[in-house]
């Protein structure tokens, strides 16, 4: 990443699959990074990155308030912010629990909005930074099945169109969209239906975390400095 060295990063869900990596990539390159997740392995994950983890659920306004006050304190203004945290599940709309509804509303779809909310006065004082917001294939079309995970990752998208025309200049703001990656998360799926998604992904295969984390690399850095408002779709093909 371009400018690397002094820049403050935030990954969420960043305890396990695409987050850990990123956070990981982020260190590598010289990032201070502050990982969080409602898992405590995020402790683990932050050992890893040489970083700091907090633990603690991504839509909780106040987790946000904290977690700016410590961080701006102990390492400096905030300019880089990944909201990656999400949960899946399967359901159609007549069965879902509104429980369930309600969780993947206020992970996927609040929670970022949150982050940003929070986040945002920092990169402000800083006059520079860069949001990525990860949604999902699923919000780009409409399948049978995980309804409101559609919906949310729909919105994922509206959120960074928004922020990027509000926060320019000194802030961008983008999204990355993953196809079937091979995470915790895609065993939610089951076996079938992962089986169907590769036969219609042109590239024949699941992905690998490994293979998403260039593209939001890439969007925080200064080599993507006239970007804001766009999306990278990294599916093998799925959605061509
Ligand atoms: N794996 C896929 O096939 C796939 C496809 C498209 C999009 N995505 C998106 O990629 C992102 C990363 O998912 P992943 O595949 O690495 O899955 P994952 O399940 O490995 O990681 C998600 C992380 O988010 C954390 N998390 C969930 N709810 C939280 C909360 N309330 N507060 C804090 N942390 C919370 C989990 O503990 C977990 O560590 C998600 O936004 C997901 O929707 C994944």
């Known amino acids: 990443m371009a ?15 695409q987050g ?26 932050a050992e890893l990155c040489d970083g700091t983890a907090i633990v603690g659920d991504v839509s909780d306004p106040r ?14 203004e905030i300019t880089a912010l990944v909201n990656n945290a999400g949960v899946f599940r399967v359901g159609d709309i007549a069965t879902t629990d509104p429980r369930e509804i309600d969780l993947l509303y206020r992970v ?47 919105a994922v998208r509206g959120l960074s169109r928004a922020l990027a025309a509000e926060l320019a200049p000194d802030i961008r703001v983008n999204t990355v969209l993953p196809g079937l990656i091979d995470t915790p998360m895609a065993a939610a799926n089951g076996f079938e239906v992962n089986t169907g998604i590769v036969a219609n992904t042109p590239l024949g ?7 998403v984390v260039p593209a939001t690399l890439f969007l925080l850095s200064d080599h993507a400095s006239f970007l804001t408002g766009t999306e990278i779709v990294v599916d093998g093909g799925l959605s061509a």
């Not at 400018?3 to 699959?17: E, L, Q």
């Not at 850990?20 to 201070?32: D, E, I, K, P, V």
């Not at 990074?33 to 402790?43: A, F, G, N």
């Not at 800083?126 to 409101?148: D, K, M, Q, Y």
């Open 3 to 17: 400018r690397p060295r002094g820049a403050v990063a935030v990954v969420t869900g960043a305890a396990s699959g």
């Open 20 to 45: 850990l990596l990123t956070a990981r990539a982020l260190a590598s390159q010289g990032a201070r990074v502050v990982l969080v997740d409602r898992d405590e392995h995020v402790y683990e994950a």
């Open 63 to 76: 987790m946000w308030d904290r977690l700016v006050q410590d961080t701006t304190r102990d390492l400096g």
């Open 108 to 154: 996927n779809q609040l929670a970022p909005m949150l982050a940003a909310r929070a986040v945002v006065p920092s990169m402000r004082r800083a006059r520079r930074g860069s949001i990525v917001n990860i949604s999902s294939t699923a919000g780009l079309c409409g399948r049978a099945g995980a309804v409101a995970y559609t919906a949310t990752k729909w």
């Open 205 to 211: 295969r699941i992905g690998a975390p490994a293979e």
